[in-house]
């Protein structure tokens, strides 16, 4: 019986092991992930829309067409449901930029009076596009 009992505990062992590495990691979808943040501002709207407009408003960021973060949030209240507070705005930029370009932090940054990182020049590649 004490064989059976091991025999069963290890195959169930293993077969948890096996499931758990199947699912992979908690938060492997960052568009999930940033919708879930959205959320918590009270943002709401389909996931893929909201990450277009994050993925977008990076690329305005990245190549010049939004200089700070005054030119992006004018984009975003463009872009967002009617009604959506400046707060709002400002929280779904740095959400975004968080998510999907980390290295336009300093836009963000400027904002709160903190000294900025040299930005990259205007029309810089997105890490996505760099060979």
């Known amino acids: 019986m004490k064989a059976f009992t091991r025999t069963g505990l290890a195959t169930a062992i293993a077969a948890f092991s096996l499931a758990a590495a199947a699912a992979g990691p908690a938060h492997a979808d960052p568009d999930t992930d940033f919708s879930n943040q959205l959320h918590t501002f009270g943002i709401y709207g389909p996931k893929d829309y909201n990450a277009w407009i994050g993925k977008i408003q990076c690329k305005r960021l990245s190549t010049g067409l939004d200089a700070n973060a005054g030119e ?47 930005p990259p020049p205007p029309g810089a590649p997105l890490p996505a596009e760099q060979g």
């Open 72 to 118: 992006a949030a004018v984009f975003l209240k463009k872009n967002l449901p009617r009604g959506s507070t400046e707060q709002q705005v400002y929280q779904f930029l740095s959400a975004g930029i968080d998510t999907y370009c980390p290295d336009q932090r300093y836009v963000v940054d400027s904002l709160a009076g903190q000294a900025p990182a040299i």
